[in-house]
């Protein structure tokens, strides 16, 4: 197995148009882990990891992979995992993040064994 490929996206009270940082992966299967760490107080909040066929695609929307809701209790985790040849995958804002809190998506793909 290669070395695991990391992305970290601060989404504090972001709307549902935030996206996180891509993380490109090619065309190979990867293992991948999702963490949805949340700090203070939230209300509300779902984040979708994501993926599309090409870096940058801005062409329309982005496939869901899962869905993770934000913990709504301070210092927390939520978190999902997914095996799949990917291209590309991102963390993206689905619903607000409310209540004056924040929370950081976490990206991890690690590639499968031939």
Do not use: C, F, K
Request: glycine fraction near 14%; hydrophobic fraction near 40%.
């Amino acid at each position: 197995m290669g070395a695991p490929a990391r992305t970290v996206t601060s989404l504090t009270a972001a709307t549902g148009t935030a996206t996180g940082s891509e993380l490109v992966l090619g065309s190979e299967e990867h293992y991948i882990t999702a963490y949805v760490h949340s700090t203070g107080t939230i209300s509300a909040g779902v984040i979708t990891i994501e993926e599309a066929h090409d870096s940058g695609y801005a062409g329309g929307t982005w496939a869901s992979v899962s869905a993770i809701t934000v913990p709504t209790s301070g210092n927390q985790i939520g978190v999902a995992h997914a095996v799949g040849v990917y291209s590309v995958i991102r963390a993206r804002v689905s619903t607000a993040i409310t209540g004056g809190g924040s929370a950081t998506a976490i990206l991890i793909a690690v590639p499968a064994a031939s």
